[in-house]
C-alpha cells in the first residue's frame, strides 16, 4: 500500500543513529520499566501516594507492549519515557492536592457538554467555537496535562507549567514538521479528553503514538467505568476555588463509551458532529501513521487504514444501535453536521446554546465571528490526502 512518511527533521535521524549504535535499538539506554518509572516519578517528586491503584494494569501493560510491539527508534522511547514520567508525576501532584484539600471531593460539576463524533468530522473546530464563549470553561492542553498546577492556579504561579507543556507538545512539531499542517496543537489551547484519560493509563493517546496491539485490544475491551470517575475528579480538582462554569469537553473517543459517559454525568449534554467517514478516512490514516512514524521506522500503513475502516464502520453501527434503543438519553443528545458548521459557524452556536438552555450572548457571537474571520484554513500549510491513498474500494466501503 502506498504511503510515504513525511520528511522528518534532520536531527532526529542522528538521534536515532546513536540507538542502533547501542545495537539494541537504544534498549539499554533507554528502558522502558513500569517499576522503575514509578520509583523514579517517587524520587523526582518526594511523594509516594499514587491513588487508586487501577492504573497500574494499564501502565504495566503499555510499558510490557512499548517493548515489544511499539519498534520504537531511540526518538520514540524518549517520547515515551517522558509521557510515562508526566504522567505519574502529576498523578502523585493530584493525590497530594486531594490529601490537603478533601473539600475538593464535594465539588459538583453540573451539565457538562461533550463534543464527540467519528474523528476528522468537525469535533476540533466546533470545540474552539465553543471556547471562545467565556460562559464556557474549556480545558487548555496544559491544564489537562499538569491538573494540580492549573488547580493551584493563580494562587501558584502556572507559567512554569505551561512552559513545560509547549515544550512537550512542540517535540511532535520539530520532529515532524509535517504534522503542524494536520492537526493544529498548543499548550494554551483546548485539547481532548484523552490527556484526562492518560492518568489512569488507558487512553487512546498510546494508540495513536504506538503501534502495541496488545494495549490496543485491552483498551477496547476493558471497562470504562472508572475512567469516567477519575475524569470526573479532574474536573472537580479544576474547578476547585474558581468561578462555577460549564465545562466544554471535546475527544471523539467518547463515541466509543456513551453509556459510560451519561453514567457519570447523568444531567450531561453531548454534540455529536458528522460528516462523511470516506472523505476524511485518508486524512486520520495519514496523521495516525505519522504520529507513528515519529516514533517507529515501522509503520504499517495497511494496518492503520485498515482499522480506521473497521472501527468508524462498527462504531457507528454501534451507536445508532444504542440511540434507536433507548439505551441512550436522547433528549441530551444533539447531532450537528460538518457542513452547517463550516456553512455558519455563529450560527450553529447559537442553535447549540438554545437547545442548552443558555443563549449566546451577542458579545459571544461577536467573538466567534472574529475568530472565524481571523483564522484561514491552511494557515500552517495544507495537509495533502487522498481516499485513493488507502487503496480501499470506495463501492465496498460505502456499503458497510
Known amino acids: 500500500m502506498a504511503w510515504t512518511p513525511p520528511p522528518r ?27 522503575a518509572a514509578l520509583a523514579a516519578s517517587e524520587r523526582a517528586t518526594g511523594l509516594s501516594d499514587f491513588g487508586y491503584d487501577g492504573f497500574r494494569e494499564g501502565l504495566e501493560l503499555l510499558a510490557r507492549a512499548l517493548e515489544s510491539e511499539a519498534q520504537l527508534t531511540l526518538l520514540g522511547r524518549l517520547m515515551a519515557r517522558a509521557e510515562i514520567a508526566r504522567i505519574l508525576g502529576s498523578r502523585l501532584q493530584i493525590e497530594a492536592l486531594f490529601t490537603a484539600h478533601p473539600e475538593i471531593e464535594r465539588e459538583r460539576v453540573l451539565a457538562p457538554l461533550f463534543v464527540t463524533g467519528l474523528a476528522r468530522t468537525g469535533t476540533s473546530l466546533l470545540h474552539e467555537l465553543l471556547w471562545r464563549d467565556p460562559s464556557h470553561r474549556v480545558p487548555l492542553a496544559w491544564e489537562m496535562m499538569y491538573p494540580a498546577d492549573a488547580a493551584r492556579a493563580p494562587a501558584a504561579d502556572p507559567a512554569p507549567a505551561i512552559a513545560r507543556a509547549a515544550q512537550e507538545i512542540e517535540l511532535q512539531n520539530h520532529a515532524l514538521p509535517a504534522t503542524r499542517t494536520m492537526h493544529e496543537l498548543g499548550a494554551e489551547l483546548p485539547n481532548e479528553c484523552i490527556y484526562f484519560f492518560a492518568h489512569e493509563f488507558a487512553t487512546d493517546m498510546f494508540t495513536g ?15 470504562h467505568t472508572p475512567l469516567y470517575a477519575s475524569h470526573r475528579r479532574l474536573l472537580q480538582l479544576l474547578q476547585w476555588r474558581r468561578p462555577k462554569q460549564r465545562f466544554v469537553l471535546k475527544a471523539p473517543s467518547h463515541m466509543n463509551h456513551l453509556r459510560e ?46 482499522a480506521m475502516a473497521f472501527g468508524h464502520a462498527y ?33 450553529t452556536i447559537g442553535t447549540i446554546g438554545e437547545w442548552l438552555g443558555a443563549p449566546v450572548s451577542a458579545q459571544a457571537q461577536a467573538a466567534i465571528r472574529r475568530w472565524v474571520d481571523a483564522r484561514p484554513k491552511d494557515r500552517h500549510g495544507a495537509h495533502e490526502y487522498d481516499f485513493a ?12
Open 389 to 400: 491513498d488507502t487503496d480501499l474500494d470506495l463501492a465496498a466501503e460505502r456499503a458497510r
Open 9 to 35: 527533521a534532520p536531527w532526529v535521524a542522528q538521534l536515532n543513529a546513536l540507538g542502533e549504535s547501542a545495537g539494541d535499538g537504544g534498549r539499554a539506554l533507554v528502558p522502558l520499566d513500569a517499576g
Open 315 to 347: 462504531l457507528a453501527e454501534q451507536v445508532m444501535k444504542q440511540r434507536d434503543s433507548g439505551a441512550l438519553p436522547e433528549g441530551q443528545i444533539l447531532d450537528v453536521r460538518y457542513t452547517d458548521l463550516v456553512a455558519d459557524p455563529a450560527g
Open 209 to 223: 503514538f504506538f503501534q502495541i496491539p496488545s494495549y490496543t485490544m485491552w483498551m477496547a475491551t476493558r471497562d
Open 261 to 306: 459517559l451519561f453514567a457519570a454525568y447523568p444531567d450531561a449534554r453531548v454534540v455529536i458532529t458528522h460528516r462523511d467517514p470516506l472523505r476524511v478516512l485518508g486524512s486520520l490514516a495519514n496523521l495516525m501513521a505519522s504520529l507513528r512514524w515519529t516514533r517507529s521506522d515501522q509503520v504499517d500503513y495497511g494496518a492503520v487504514v485498515g
